[in-house]
């Protein structure tokens, strides 16, 4: 783990907020995106944008049964992880991996949207698919043309191709910013639509608009607000 990621400088305003978290996760259907805005850790502080980290939903017990995976052999030795509250894959820290609600929310900031426009095979092999991937290397040098190592938003490209994240080059690479994932979302030009949004603050949370998401995307990007057209 990088140290910046290893360096904690206050708790996350929605870690300890199960309300606030059961109120977001309960709206969540597998393949949903989850964005995370983080600025407990010195990773999240002192980096550019808004939201910093990405993660797709897979859901509990019910819904994998529901969407008829529940018994493919990418999943079953994850049965007993699930029923302990592992409900979506991420890929943070050291590797893709399974977390449950309070790892995931570890936030200040959540923003849930819904995968759309995919058929039902092409959610089910996209979740098998996920569930593959858990062990798979963190990529920290942020390369997309490493397919051996896969950072947040490079799982969500990866798995889901189709969903039209938007690429931009920067530092002499191209990367997948989850703000521009947000953005371009809002805007219709990705195959996610925003379902809710909540914000902490020090002891509360609120349900926040998507125009005050957006305004704090723009905030996080001074020179792109005051260059647009």
């Known amino acids: ?121 092409r959610r089910q092999d996209a979740v098998i698919r996920l569930f593959s991937e858990i062990g798979r290397p963190f990529d920290n040098t942020f390369r997309l043309e490493d397919e051996s190592a896969w950072y947040c938003t490079e799982l969500i490209w990866r798995v889901l191709p189709e969903a039209n994240l938007p690429l931009t080059r920067s530092y002499g690479r191209l990367v997948i910013w989850p703000d521009e994932v947000a953005t371009k979302s809002l805007l219709g030009r990705t195959k996610f639509r925003l379902v809710d949004y909540i914000q902490g603050v020090p002891g509360g949370w609120s349900v926040d608009t998507r125009d005050q998401m957006a305004a704090r995307i723009l905030a996080r990007w001074p020179v792109a607000a005051g260059t647009a057209e």
Request: charged fraction near 20%; proline fraction near 5%; glycine fraction near 10%.
């Open 1 to 121: 783990m990088p140290i910046t990621r290893g360096t904690v400088l206050r708790a996350a305003y929605l870690q300890d907020q199960p309300a606030a978290q059961d109120y977001l996760l309960s709206q969540a259907r597998p393949l949903d995106l989850i964005l995370i805005s983080n600025k407990s850790r010195l990773s999240g502080a002192g980096g550019e944008g808004y939201f910093g980290h990405s993660a797709f939903y897979t859901g509990d017990e019910a819904q994998l049964r529901a969407l008829g995976v529940w018994h493919h052999p990418a999943i079953t030795p994850y049965h007993a992880r699930i029923r302990a509250g592992g409900l979506a894959i991420e890929s943070l820290d050291i590797a893709v991996r399974l977390s449950d609600a309070p790892t995931l929310m570890e936030a200040d900031a959540a923003a849930l949207f819904r995968t759309t426009g995919i058929s039902r095979a």
